[in-house]
């Protein structure tokens, strides 16, 4: 919880907001989750199966935060215990108490700073699968072999997470392995929460395997994270839809260049083209096409939603643009900078073998302090 403390703005917040207004809610939800403790135990509830599911899930979805609230509830009555002693004790016992309060009071706004955190609102799509995508910038061959390091990167933090990773396109550039575009599905817990800060231009700096005279050329790759969308959030009218299918004409094993199992699929209102041919089933493919054009519609009804946010309110958190360059990869000098919170590390080799966790966490950090900021100021 260090990092939290170490965010001026939510310094200020905390200094600004009592935890006083907070108690009373605080109350209120472990209340709740007595209440369904004993739902849960009570046979007519148990007897029925998805009264007892929705309430089993209220409970779980409260446990941590409960959790927390009874930590923060034993750390303050200890604190107005000490500051019993410090009144009425003898000499002795005043001195440890006094050895002994600045930690408690670090380990109680440590806490208060947790609790704000928990309580605010949840993003609707933080428990969602994504849709992955990755698409070569400025810089030719190099921005092109730099999609596949980024690709690999976030494969490989999302096996350490245990996730899912499925590709569902990618088109090869030039001869030298690299990529003008991948689009891959990300299945698992919490994926959306974890990934959504990734969106936007990473700027690569290094020498490419080509330059003669060891010069630093500088390449730039746009990934945009979506959250998969369900039907029922996302109605797309057939008639708006154009399909082709066509032959493949890359990797997919002997039914290549022989049946017509490659998909695009047109939105007429917007233009936007999904194609597909990784499966050697015309099926899957348009599955999965139809997936990524649901993905890709919802996203931009949400940039358009937040642009529209971030006009009226020009600190809007999270308007997701795109455009702005976010992250920095210097080769020469082994060093990742993030541009939005300032943070720089110098393991790059580490970082591109998926241990991003740590710069994951500092944005986390950084935009939930801002949520805050902006929630105390409405």
Sequence with gaps: MRLFLTNPNLLNFIQRTGMDI??????????????????????????????????????SDLTQLVDVIRQYEKIRT?????????????????????????????????????????????????????????????????????????FRMYAR?????????????????????????????????????RLKYE?????????PVTEAQGRIHTSAVTVAIMPEAEEVELNIDPNELRIDVYRSTGHGGQSVNTTDSAVRITHLPTGLVVTCQDEKSQLKNKIKAMKVLRARLLDAMTQKQNAEISEARKNQVGSG???????????????ITDHRIGMTRYDLDSFLNG?????????????????????NNN
């Design 199 to 207: 969106s936007g231009t990473h700027r690569v700096q290094r020498v």
């Design 321 to 335: 643009d795109r455009s702005e360059r976010i992250r920095t990869y210097n080769f020469p000098q082994g060093r």
């Design 78 to 150: 200890r604190i107005e215990e000490y500051q019993q002693f410090l009144r009425e004790s003898d000499l002795e016992l005043r001195e440890i108490v006094k050895e002994e309060m600045p930690q408690l009071q670090l380990d109680k706004a440590q806490l208060e700073e947790k609790l704000r955190i928990m309580l605010l609102p949840k993003d609707p799509n933080d428990d969602k699968n994504v849709f992955l995508e990755i698409r070569a910038g400025t810089g030719g061959d190099e921005a092109g072999l730099f999609v596949g390091d980024l």
């Design 22 to 59: 907070i108690l009373d809610k605080l109350r209120d939800i472990e209340l709740r989750y007595r209440e369904l403790e004993g739902q849960l135990s009570d046979p007519q509830i148990v007897s029925r199966q998805n009264l007892y599911q929705k309430y089993a899930k209220e409970h």
């Design 355 to 375: 241990n991003i966790g740590t710069m994951i966490d500092g944005l986390a950090t950084h935009y939930q302090a801002e949520l805050l900021n902006n929630s």
């Design 157 to 193: 933090y999302a096996e350490a997470q245990g996730w899912r990773v499925e590709v569902v396109s990618s088109s090869p550039s030039g001869g030298m392995g690299g990529f003008k575009e991948i689009i891959a599905q990300i299945e698992g817990n919490g994926a959306y929460s």
